[in-house]
């Protein structure tokens, strides 16, 4: 490969299996990459010592500690400066309009300062792509918008263990499993300002068979995610994604445009 590879940051919550794959494709030149740093919003996360292990530089914003702080003492606490809570309201997609205003109102103005914290930490190492291996943090636009810059060319990438648009949020391979599903998979898709709603880049599949348990199901889907996130980063290092709007029919009646992702050619 003699592309320039691209600078790829990681965010994780746990054990970092799909950044391992990562890793392990970019040590092996399968893709155009480089690790340039691994955030986490966890202090026991198992996927840092990954990081540490290839001397990847990695940091913490503790989610938890910088919540509660905003329950204790929300009238005193200023929030970033570039925060602008109506500009954020006017563009989330995680509340419904009936949900409690002050229980959206807490959880944006809190979460722009776990992400303030995620941004200023984030801002010491140049990239070009930010990918979620296993985040389990929502994303609010405020985070968002400061990341894909310009709006038009998303560069938060997340992998989801369902078939999108079915079972999104957490729990997808639970999801399929006890839905009866014959067919499970996971979806690789960019981040926008729904649950798991953003432009899909590639999926893959697997059968599940009448003997599979519920951990076999998990197994089957994890294998092919280690397979099918590098694939994707790759597709965004040859700069063969393009996200374009098409117009929707007239039974999706809150919508007029939905973003999608085409591959181009090789």
Known sequence: MGQTKIRVGALISGGGTNLQAIIDASLSSRINAEL??????????????????????????????????????????????????????????????????????????SRALAEADLIQKMSRYPFDLLVLAGFMRTLTP?????????????????????????????????????????????TVHFIDYGEDSGPIIGQSTFPIEPSDTIDRVKEKGLKLEWE????????????????????????????SKKRIVKILPD
Request: glycine share 8%.
């Open 36 to 109: 340039v740093f691994v955030g986490t919003d966890n202090p026991s996360a198992k996927g840092l010592l990954r990081a540490e292990k290839i001397g990847i530089p990695a940091f913490i914003t503790d989610y938890s500690a910088i919540l509660n702080n905003y329950k204790r003492n929300r009238k005193k606490i200023s929030l970033p400066p570039d925060f602008n809570l109506e500009k954020v309201l006017s563009r989330q997609r995680l509340f419904k309009p009936d949900d409690n205003p002050e229980k959206i109102k807490t959880f944006l103005c």
């Open 142 to 186: 405020y985070f968002i918008d400061t990341i894909n810059i310009p709006p038009e060319s998303p560069r938060i990438m997340n992998i989801h263990p369902a078939i999108l648009p079915a079972f999104p949020g957490s729990g997808g391979y639970g999801e399929t499993f006890r839905y009866g599903c014959k067919v499970g998979g996971c």
């Open 228 to 255: 099918l996130y590098p694939q994707c980063i790759q597709l965004f290092s040859e700069g063969r994604l393009q996200v374009v709007d098409i117009p929707m029919d007239e039974r999706h009646k809150t919508v």
